[in-house]
């Protein structure tokens, strides 16, 4: 598949989108609902920006597509997840859904999915568990780092602007995922090739999701399907005033320091713990292995600038240097985003 396969799935996932601007779509309801997703588990390949070709798979949204990470799901308190997950690889697979804290025992799984076979997942959220949630493979330790990953927002009930009942609030249908993964291609090829799973893993390229950023000059620069700068579902774009809700979840190995220019972010929860007071930090610390936080970026005029500024480009990087290079050195193509003040 695998290129191409690839490419479509980059534009694949925007459907399940509000259209035009890649955020999370969310219209409350007063009644339950059943949300009923079929992810395909896949295979093939993704180039990095320096050329190479890196094994991955995905939970992926048609057994033609490879989507890293998957497709997100957003619902309610209160809704039954029906997930089907079918397996169109050789090896066993499942799918798990996270604990909302750190330490809990996933929410739900399918169990295990043979080669060739399928399982669905049954689920109905109890009250209390709104947050954001990674699911992922946890058949062994290395499958989430192949790809096997993806977003789940659960809203409080009937809410569209708050993470949790009484949270502070984000400006309606403002809210994304940055799902951080990093790829060591050794793990990848030995998976890809069936020989032993080295033990020392090694990163070599770090992404946002399921992409890097892109520097001028470089193929694929300003491409939404490929550059994490530009892509609708990762940047934050918005006017003054257009608080919005970044669910940010670790698939990866390696801890970050997750820094924005402009303004500083508004602290709400670290690993699903709700914070005893809400800090306004310019770098927050987003642990590895499933590590997870949510804050708000307010989108209120920077205030060391004078006079004040109201428009303008600003970056998301992570302040630890090696994940914003790829392949060993080549800096600016690592996990980095855009905010752009409109
Ligand atoms: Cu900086």
């Known amino acids: 598949m695998e290129r191409r396969g690839f490419l479509k799935a980059g534009t694949a996932g925007f459907a399940s989108l509000m259209a035009g601007t890649g955020l999370l779509s969310w219209s409350p309801r007063s009644q339950a609902a059943t949300i009923s997703k079929t992810y395909y588990v ?6 990095m920006p320096d050329g190479v070709s890196v094994y991955v798979k995905g939970f992926s949204d048609s057994a033609a597509d490879l989507n890293v990470p998957a497709t997100p799901i957003i619902c309610q308190e209160g809704d039954t997840l029906s997930i089907t997950v079918i397996n169109r690889l050789s090896v066993t697979h499942n ?6 804290k750190a330490g809990d025992p996933p929410l739900a799984s399918t169990g295990d999915i043979a080669a060739g076979g399928s399982k669905t997942l049954t689920y109905t959220i109890p009250t209390g568990k709104a947050g954001s949630y990674l699911f992922y493979d946890n058949k062994t330790s290395y499958n989430v780092l192949l790809g096997l990953h993806g977003g789940l927002a659960i809203m409080p009930a009937g809410k569209t602007d708050e993470l949790y009942s009484g949270s502070p609030k984000f400006k309606e249908n403002k809210q994304l995922f940055w ?19 080295p033990t020392n893993l090694t990163p070599r390229y770090f992404t946002i999701n399921g992409q890097t950023s892109l520097p001028p000059g470089a193929v694929g620069f300003d491409d939404p399907t490929r550059d994490a700068m530009a892509n609708p579902m990762t940047k934050l774009e918005g006017l003054v005033g257009d608080r919005t809700l970044v669910r940010m979840l670790n698939a990866g190995m390696c ?21 005893p007071q809400v800090w306004k930090k310019d770098t927050l610390y987003l642990r ?8 708000i970026f307010p989108f209120e005029a920077p205030p060391d600038a004078y006079p004040p500024v109201t428009h303008g480009h600003f970056p998301m990087h992570l302040h630890d240097e090696m994940s914003q290079t790829a392949g060993g050195g080549m800096y600016m193509f690592g996990a980095m985003t855009e905010i752009i003040y409109k």
């Open 288 to 295: 590895n292995h499933l590590g997870k936080i949510d804050a």
């Open 255 to 275: 801890s970050h320091a997750v820094h924005t220019h402009a303004n500083h972010m508004e602290w709400l929860t670290d690993r699903g713990t709700v914070r």
């Open 95 to 100: 799918l798990v859904i996270g604990g909302l």
């Open 179 to 197: 799902i951080f993964n990093d790829i060591d291609p050794v793990l990848n090829r030995a998976v890809q090739q069936g020989t032993a799973i």
């Open 42 to 47: 896949t295979a093939g390949t993704q180039t």
